[in-house]
């Protein structure tokens, strides 16, 4: 069973920088997707990135193109999310998400990904 968990969240001004990060343990697909999502209150869940640990194209929702970067390690089933010159509207609830692409994970679909963390926080201050 894989598991993810995240770290990074937390409160910062508009304009200013976060970097998440998430560490997956138990993976067994040599093809793993892992990207993040971001909730806000009173709104649906919402794409903002992902990669393909093993090497292949990153995609990012319009929102957050230019201003945001995700990496991965994949020695270190790891993928980060940089976030930079944050806006109120960024803050949210960050999930990521992780799956087979064999499957049809690496989309910007949440119920195409099997796996998710718990959840850090992003607060953007004006």
């Known amino acids: 069973q894989v598991q993810l968990v995240e770290s990074g969240g937390g409160l910062v001004q508009a304009g200013g920088s976060l970097r998440l990060s998430c560490a997956a343990s138990?993976?067994?697909?040599?093809?793993?997707?892992m990207g993040w999502f971001r909730q806000a209150p009173g709104k649906d869940r919402a794409f903002v990135a992902v990669t393909v640990l093993s090497g292949g194209p990153t995609f990012y929702a319009d929102s957050v193109k230019g201003r945001f970067t995700i990496s991965g390690d994949n020695a270190k089933n790891t993928v980060y999310l940089q976030m930079s010159s944050l806006k109120p509207e960024d803050t949210a609830v960050y999930y990521c998400?992780?799956?087979?692409?064999?499957?049809?994970?690496?989309?910007?679909?949440?119920?195409?990904?099997?796996?998710w963390g718990q959840g850090t926080q992003v607060t953007v201050s004006s």
């Open positions: 138990g993976r067994t697909y040599s093809a793993f997707a």
């Open positions: 998400a992780a799956g087979n692409v064999a499957t049809g994970s690496g989309t910007n679909r949440a119920s195409d990904y099997d796996y």
